[in-house]
């Protein structure tokens, strides 16, 4: 956080640059941990990213791959250091009970089209175990339809020496934040990949969830690559 405060010194933190500055965070952060990581395709500087979830570490990666506003479950807020860091990133927050939590987001979302930074959601609304893809909810999606602004996929796969299950680095279920982190840190040999999909104007929200929802599925089904650590 010591360096979000410098970054005041400079100017203004506008969205922009509170983008920016969590994707030089996420980056440190990622260095720090020895996680390495993988992107393929063209990080979107605009409009709305969609991602599948596996775990916190989706949030690290991406942030790093490009500066974005992540929409975020409201008690991420109140976590020690991800939550500080997340709000003086931009972050979204949504209250997922809430009909009337979600319409404010939508309509934050679509303030923030326009800036050089996309938003991105996760449409599963929590994170799984990895078999599967969850159902992909379309509300999110409508601020982008309706303004007529680009869609891109972000999938993301998580690579481990000697053949270890994905779901090993999951965080899904009731699964402690603490004792889950520690035992990722655990994990010896794991990599990360980010595919970045083609930004597609749809045309109705539903269409968006279907088609991103079988874009990301179809390429988490391709086999996994052997991964250069030198990222």
Not at 17 to 41: F, M, P, S, T
Not at 166 to 177: H, P, Q, S, T, Y
Request: proline fraction near 6%; hydrophobic fraction near 45%; charge should be positive.
């Amino acid at each position: 956080m010591i360096r979000f405060w410098l970054a005041r010194l400079r100017g203004p933190m506008t969205l922009e640059r509170r983008a920016r500055w969590l994707q030089q965070a996420a980056r440190g952060v990622l260095d720090g941990l020895g996680i390495h990581y993988k992107v393929d395709g063209q990080p979107p500087t605009s409009g709305l990213v969609v991602a599948n979830h596996l775990s916190y570490l989706d949030i690290l990666l991406i942030g790093a791959a490009m500066p974005c506003f992540f929409v975020a479950k409201k008690e991420i807020a109140g976590w020690p250091f991800f939550g500080q860091a997340a709000r003086s990133g931009g972050t979204i927050f949504i209250d997922r009970s809430s009909l009337a939590s979600a319409n404010a987001v939508a309509r934050q979302i679509g303030e923030r089209l326009n800036l050089q930074a996309p938003v991105l959601f996760f449409p599963e609304g929590t994170s799984s175990d990895g078999s599967g893809l969850l159902r992909f909810h379309s509300r999110l999606f409508d601020p982008a339809t309706k303004a007529g602004a680009p869609v891109t996929t972000a999938s993301i796969r998580y690579v481990i020496d000697g053949g270890v299950p994905e779901r090993e680095l999951c965080w899904f279920g009731d699964d402690a934040f603490l004792p889950h982190i520690w035992k990722v840190l655990d994990v010896r040999g794991f990599s990360a990949w980010i595919r970045f999909g083609e930004p597609t104007i749809y045309a109705d929200r539903r269409t968006a969830a279907e088609h991103t929802y079988t874009e990301i599925a179809a390429w988490r089904q391709t086999s996994a690559p052997a991964l250069d650590r030198d990222n």
